[in-house]
């Protein structure tokens, strides 16, 4: 098996990644799951709060664990580092940037740069939200559409003597559609994300995170405290893309696509890496014990598991940002609606979310 990756060495971006239920499932099937599991988010209190941090929707988390599990919270340079430890030396390729694939009837070659790079029986390509390789796979379908928003995320050591209250939180602005998330990462860093309208072109860190301060002034006071304690060099910013429209298979031949290449979507219900996780055990368990000659055949029932149900969090995860990014109005509705809410149907609602 070889893994190109088109980086010059492996390392990722800092921040946090919450691994939701599922997808701790799907990696317990893989062997993977055991050092994810030690972030484990501890019980406390999940709530959907508007923007002085008063409660819409409040409820236990230990209500929600009972039903599907607690989800993990974790930095993303140590999921990395769970996902590659078992990997044996050679098996990773960097700066190899895969330019197109070349199936025939007994396999498929792999270009890059122009050149075979590889070989192989079967290709699963894996190449993220603006995937060149699913573009050439359907060169009907029309790829990635711009939600209109734009998220902010940032990592900082927890301050000290800071109330929890606000923590495992989601913060709505109903005035202008904005959202502001804060969970714990282990004992002492916590992870903040921000949520809110791009016109144009994604500023860079500096400029956004100004915008950001601007915008949450009359917020939360912590929200602003913390957002000013974490430097621009700790700040990612990402405008929001998902797939315009389900794709019509994710198989072609021997080649299959996992992950984002797949199923992009908003990361409102925080379901990208788990739906990845999820496609990367049902394809280890339908390419098992195969022979080279039913490979088709096997990546077809991948496809059959896998895309009604990806798929479908596809979709959640678009109504779920509509929700949550709504003003005026409906979002006053919105409001109202949740906090009528009772704290046992909101741990369902939330077990349902995660469980997806
Ligand atoms: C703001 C934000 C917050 C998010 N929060 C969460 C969250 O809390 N939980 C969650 O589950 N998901 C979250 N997501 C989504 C999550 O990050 C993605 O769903 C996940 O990273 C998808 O994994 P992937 O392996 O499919 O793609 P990627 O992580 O994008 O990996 C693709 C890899 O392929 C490489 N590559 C690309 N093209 C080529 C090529 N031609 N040749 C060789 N290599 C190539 C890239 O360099 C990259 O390393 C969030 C996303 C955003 C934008």
């Keep these: 098996m070889t893994l190109f990756e088109q980086a010059a060495e492996l390392r990722e971006a800092g921040t946090g990644i919450v691994v939701m239920p599922n997808g701790l499932r799907a990696l317990d099937a893989l062997g993977l799951a055991e050092d994810v599991r030690r972030y484990d988010m501890q019980a406390?209190?999940?709530?959907?709060?508007?923007?002085?941090?008063?409660?819409?929707?409040?409820?236990?988390?230990?209500?929600?664990?009972?039903?599907?599990?607690?989800?993990?919270?974790?930095?993303?340079?140590?999921?990395?580092?769970?996902?590659?430890?078992?990997?044996?030396?050679?098996?990773?390729?960097?700066a190899t940037s895969v330019e197109r694939l070349e199936p025939d009837l007994?396999?498929?070659?792999?270009?890059?740069?122009?050149?075979?790079?590889?070989?192989?029986d079967a290709v699963i390509a894996a190449d993220g939200i603006g995937s060149k390789l699913r573009a050439r796979l359907f060169p009907g379908h029309p790829g990635l559409r711009?939600?209109?928003?734009?998220?902010?995320?940032?990592?900082?050591?927890?301050?000290?003597?800071?109330?929890?209250?606000?923590?495992?939180?989601?913060?709505?602005?109903?005035?202008?559609?904005?959202?502001?998330?804060?969970?714990?990462?282990?004992?002492?860093?916590?992870?903040?994300?921000?949520?809110?309208?791009?016109?144009g072109t994604p500023p860079d860190a500096d400029e956004a995170r100004r915008q950001m301060l601007s915008l949450m002034a009359d917020w939360h006071p912590l929200i602003t405290e913390l957002i000013e304690a974490t430097s621009p060099a700790d700040i990612y910013v990402d405008p929001i893309a998902r797939l315009a429209e389900p794709l019509p298979s994710f198989a072609v031949g021997r080649i299959a696509l996992l992950g984002d290449a797949a199923h992009a979507m908003p990361p409102d219900l925080g379901q990208g890496a788990s739906q990845a996780f999820e496609d990367a055990a049902a394809l280890t368990r339908h390419l098992k014990g195969g022979e080279p000659a039913d490979v088709t055949q096997r990546l077809l029932r991948y496809?059959?598991?896998?895309?009604?149900?990806?798929?479908?969090?596809?979709?959640?995860?678009?109504?779920q940002s509509r929700l949550t990014s709504q003003t005026g109005v409906k979002a006053w509705l919105r409001d109202t609606l949740l906090r009528a809410v009772p704290s046992r149907l909101a741990a369902r609602q939330l077990a349902a979310l995660w469980h997806a």
């Design 106 to 120: 007994t396999g498929v070659t792999v270009i890059s740069d122009g050149e075979p790079v590889a070989r192989a």
């Design 303 to 319: 496809d059959a598991e896998r895309r009604p149900s990806a798929n479908r969090i596809m979709r959640a995860a678009s109504r």
């Design 146 to 199: 711009r939600t209109g928003r734009m998220d902010l995320r940032g990592m900082l050591p927890r301050p000290p003597g800071m109330a929890p209250d606000l923590l495992v939180s989601q913060l709505v602005d109903r005035r202008n559609g904005a959202m502001f998330g804060l969970f714990p990462v282990g004992e002492d860093r916590l992870y903040w994300f921000t949520d809110s309208r791009l016109d």
């Design 44 to 94: 406390g209190h999940w709530g959907l709060r508007d923007r002085l941090g008063r409660p819409l929707l409040v409820t236990g988390l230990a209500e929600a664990q009972q039903v599907v599990g607690m989800p993990a919270m974790i930095e993303r340079a140590e999921l990395h580092r769970a996902l590659r430890a078992p990997l044996p030396p050679g098996v990773v390729r960097t």
